[in-house]
């Protein structure tokens, strides 16, 4: 067990975020970019919530990955995800905090063969295990990144077999992801990849669809189990589309995202902190759907 003090102290000293200083006062330099996603239910229009990205770029390399989620009628923000790809690109560190929910995941590096994956209440004990890494090992949004590492495989229709890491089941599960052939979404020709575990239990799991450009490779839309929870607990599923790609931001507007308190949220019937869950039960977790 890892209490909340002894991740967030390890979260620091393997440097998981440069959180000493404020993003705009860093002395590298950086190219900081943002763009939006915006979260429906599967079988209807309605908002559930908006995804705010902010991407960090060191000579064209990605780096660091803040993501705030935004109540749907509103700009408060109730969850924050930080995602530093230096440890990998595909299995980066990370920590997810949603106070609507009072919820937490993360990653953490501790060797460079074992990352420890924890899960548990913001304000209370969370549970974590050791698991081995390796070239197989994706987490959170490196998901994308071992897309845009493979490709020219699936562009051919080559299956790529991966272990996806499952904080809030203390463990990682493999997966396989393939080409389902070449669409029009919003007027642009996209790959469409399906995600599904490997072996018997694919059957029963709903798939994961997700769509890129065909020609830059961005992320443009996703359907399926999304990285956050009801305030009941249940995961929560998605129709996420990325309208436009991003664009340059200044580290200043990073800095105040990161001083923003995080709040639930209120929805029309007046439960506060309350999202619909739309989602079927499953016993998987799932990729990030950010690009």
Known sequence: MVTPAAARTALVLLALLPAALPVSAQTAPTDWRSYEGIARELDSDTLLYRERHYQRFEAGQLRERVVTYLCPDSDTVFARKRIDYR?????????LQDARSDYREGLIWEQPDRVRIYAGPRTGTVASALRPAGEWL?????FDEFVRARWAQLRAGQSQ????????????????VQSD?????????????????????????????????LHSQRLLH???????????????????SFPEPASPVAATEVDRTLAQALAGCADPTGVTGKLADTGRASTIGQPDSAP
């Open 87 to 95: 440890p990998s690109s595909i299995a980066p560190a990370f920590e």
């Open 222 to 240: 996703y359907r399926g189990l999304s990285n956050l929870r009801s305030a009941e607990g249940g995961q929560l599923s998605a129709a996420i």
């Open 138 to 142: 994706v987490a959170d949004a490196g």
């Open 181 to 213: 052939g070449v669409r029009t979404w919003a007027g642009q020709e996209a790959l469409v990849l399906r995600l599904r575990l490997d072996g018997p239990l694919g059957w029963f799991a709903p798939d994961i669809e997700v769509f890129y450009d």
């Open 161 to 176: 077999r991966l272990r996806f890491t499952v904080p809030a089941r203390a463990n990682d599960y493999r997966f396989r």
